[in-house]
């Protein structure tokens, strides 16, 4: 081979070297090329799914404060609800803890506005809604609508009372819920209805009878006086003046049960109650005096609408039984009319109080009964009278013992819008 070969063939080896390197550069830059292009890839998603987790984790926190802030505000609108009622609203759990017990039903069982927490025995003590609750708890039947009388002085007087058991989600029992309302009006306007409808019965029945009685006590009396006292022998003269003394105390009695039973026809004026009662102790003032006593008209009194005249008599009457008991026994009287105003309801409170012996605690309201008397020569009339004209004016008269001894009789009249 000539020397031109052996440099062809060289130059081709070291083209081929030469070549080859190129080749092996060029592989080389285009997987570091693939690398870096699936890292910069790999990157990108973890960073979009970084981006994606903050958006939804933000999206959540959001909803949790809306969430937080929606059960916040149905919670605060439950609690003024309950706050609210005007029914008293109380919750038992089914070990007897009290769970809720609202404003109005602490005013209505007369409870402390603190320390209602713990069984519910503890906190109504010996009310008869504890009774019912208990049933409640024990049995299976709910209760609706059931009356309890209470003997709250600072609450309710009567209650009307519904008891529901409170079911899970499993069925079993969680507990009771129990609403109550003050029937204490409707109670009242109940007793005040039905003794309207006695005395208006009463007074037809002896309406009857006294007629009766006033024509054979006239005839009677027209034929005692028909004798000459000064003609008849001394001995017989003491028995006429009797028939005439007793025919005169029959005719009396008659007198007032026509006025008790005639029906009562109102009419009705704006009475200044300070008026009344100034009148009621002037007319016992003179007999008072008499008897060494004293009689005094203190308070606020109002105005109400009601026939003047009624009035006047039921609080003459009361004046003056006040006045005969303390005489019966032997006391120099002292009679104490005081007015008292209440806002709610919007009533007056007048109290005629005495020194006397007072009323036996245990006769109640029968002293208000037609014909009931505990005086040898009472009718029973009096305060039966007195009754109707208040209950007639829609009020309410009661008694009680004085504190300083002797009686009270409390007249409750509402008074007239202004």
Same mark, same amino acid.
């Given at each position: ?255 007032? +049960?026509?006025?008790? !039973? #005639?029906?009562?026809? %109102?009419? *009705?004026?704006? @009475?200044?109650?300070? $008026?009344?009662?100034?009148? &009621? ?90 014909? +009931?008397?505990?005086? !040898? #020569?009472?009718?029973? %009339?009096? *305060?039966?009278? @007195?009754?109707?004209? $208040?209950?007639?004016?829609? &009020? ?23």
């Amino acid at each position: 081979m000539t020397q031109e070969g052996y440099l062809l063939l060289g130059l081709t080896v070291i083209v081929g070297v030469l070549a080859a390197v190129v080749t092996f550069a060029l592989l080389k830059a285009g997987a570091a090329a693939r690398q870096a292009s699936r890292g910069l890839a790999a990157s990108g998603e973890s960073a979009f799914m970084q981006a994606a987790l903050e958006e939804a984790l933000a999206k959540l926190r959001v909803q949790e404060r809306a969430m937080t802030a929606r059960a916040e505000a149905s919670e605060r609108l439950s609690s003024e609800i309950i706050a609210s009622m005007t029914s008293g609203l109380m919750v038992v759990g089914t070990h007897g803890d009290v769970r809720i017990l609202n404003p109005a039903a602490r005013r209505l069982l007369g409870l402390p506005d603190a320390d209602w927490k713990g069984h519910y025995r503890d906190v109504l003590a010996s009310s008869p809604l504890s009774e019912v609750i208990e049933e409640s708890l024990t049995g299976s039947e709910p209760i609706v609508r059931r009356a309890l009388p209470l003997k709250s002085k600072t609450g309710a007087s009567h209650l009307g009372v519904t008891v529901s058991r409170i079911r899970d989600e499993h069925g079993g029992l969680s507990g009771v819920i129990c609403l109550f309302t003050d029937l204490s009006a409707v109670v009242e306007l109940e007793e005040q209805l039905r003794l309207k409808d006695s005395l208006a019965r009463l007074g037809e029945l002896t309406a009857g009878l006294a007629h009766e009685f006033r024509n054979g006590l006239a005839t009677i009396h027209g034929y005692s006086r028909l004798f000459d006292l000064e003609r008849l022998p001394p001995e017989y003269r003491s028995y006429v003046q009797g028939i005439r003394a007793e025919g005169d105390a029959l005719s009396e009695i008659v007198t007032n +049960f026509l006025n008790f !039973a #005639r029906p009562a026809e %109102l009419t *009705l004026t704006p @009475v200044d109650m300070q $008026v009344i009662a100034e009148r &009621g102790a002037d007319d016992i003032r003179q007999e008072m005096r008499a008897r060494h006593g004293q009689v005094s008209v203190k308070g606020e009194f109002g105005t109400v609408l009601g026939d003047e005249v009624l009035l006047r008599q039921a609080i003459s009457n009361l004046c003056r039984n006040a006045l005969e008991a303390c005489s019966e026994a032997g006391i120099a009287p002292r009679i104490v009319i005081e007015g008292a105003l209440d806002a709610s309801p919007r009533q007056l409170r007048l109290t005629v109080a005495d020194n006397g012996p007072g009323v036996d605690p245990s006769l109640g309201d029968q002293i208000f009964r037609p014909f +009931f008397t505990t005086r !040898a #020569r009472g009718t029973g %009339l009096g *305060l039966a009278l @007195v009754q109707k004209i $208040v209950v007639t004016h829609n &009020g309410r008269v009661t008694v009680a013992a004085n504190p300083v001894g002797g009686a009270t009789f409390q007249v409750s009249l509402p008074l007239a819008h202004e």
